[in-house]
């Protein structure tokens, strides 16, 4: 399987200020040594607690926020140094999905307007060709052709959801990145949004980056998955296997806190320690070392070097444990 996306060495830090009266500048290290490839047709999960840097990736990565170092390569070709162009045909191939549909559309643009504009931007199609096909696009998310000439106000959360995935599709992506994309939805309505992603991804062969706190989500829609911990990917392989042996004590965790139908097992659920540390002051050592129960003493001091998980393909884990 060939790469559509390679990540490496990402980072991006903010820099704020905090405090009062006195505010002192504070640098917020959101994403630190980022590396993963997502191949073709492949569909990646990037999944920790909020605040763990996972929807900064994936703003960095289309540079809707500008990474600070490393590199990210669209079919071997450097995004990064894209200008003009060659950004703008980037940028056709790798479209996003929000978390917040209502937020990410223009409620004085009708659905039409929205879906018909990135097609001529990108020079898709125009008039009533691109309706045409606005048109064929709210069919194929399981919306009917009227809502061309409605607004965003006028439809459910699931609707809206469904109309932002047609909208990415306007411009024939390779690639969607999907930021939290049912999180903001009902319960109910969130299966079948992840089930039409499904049916995307087999019908178009589309490569999927899927952000999202929920491993349950996850593990039913990924191939491969990392595991982000205060802005570093502690975990990564595939989702199989991180999903069932997971070698780091964070990714346990996160996976037996993960929902499961057996009430049991949820009883016997293993608490977390503590609260995630700020950002703007990582622990030394491993960022994981302050909440972990197998903590010894060099993880306070150095920080895990990634380690290959046994076997061909089966990625990798950032813990002394496996160094
Ligand atoms: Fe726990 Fe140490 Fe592994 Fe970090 S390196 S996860 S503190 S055992």
Redesign the pocket.
Known sequence: MSAVLQVENLRKHFVTKKGFPRPKTVTVRAVEDVSFTIGEGEAFGLVGESGCGKSTVARALLRLIEPDAGRVLYRGEDFRAARGEALKSFRRRMQIVFQDPYSSLDPRQSIGSALVEPMRVHGIAEGAAARRRAAALLEEVGLPPAALDRFPHEFSGGQRQRIGIARALTVEPELIIADEPVSALDVSVQAQVLLLMKELRQRRGLAFLFVSHDLSVVRWFCDRVAVMYLGRI?EEGPAARVLAEPM???ARILRDASPVPDPARRAALPRIMGEIPSAANPPP????????????D???RTL?RWTPAPGEGQGG???????
């Not at 050592?285 to 010894?296: E, I, S, V």
């Open positions: 502690v780091h004590p964070y050592g491993c960022p994981f070392h302050p909440r972990c129960a197998q903590a010894m060099v993880c306070s895990p884990v950032a813990c002394h444990l496996h160094g």
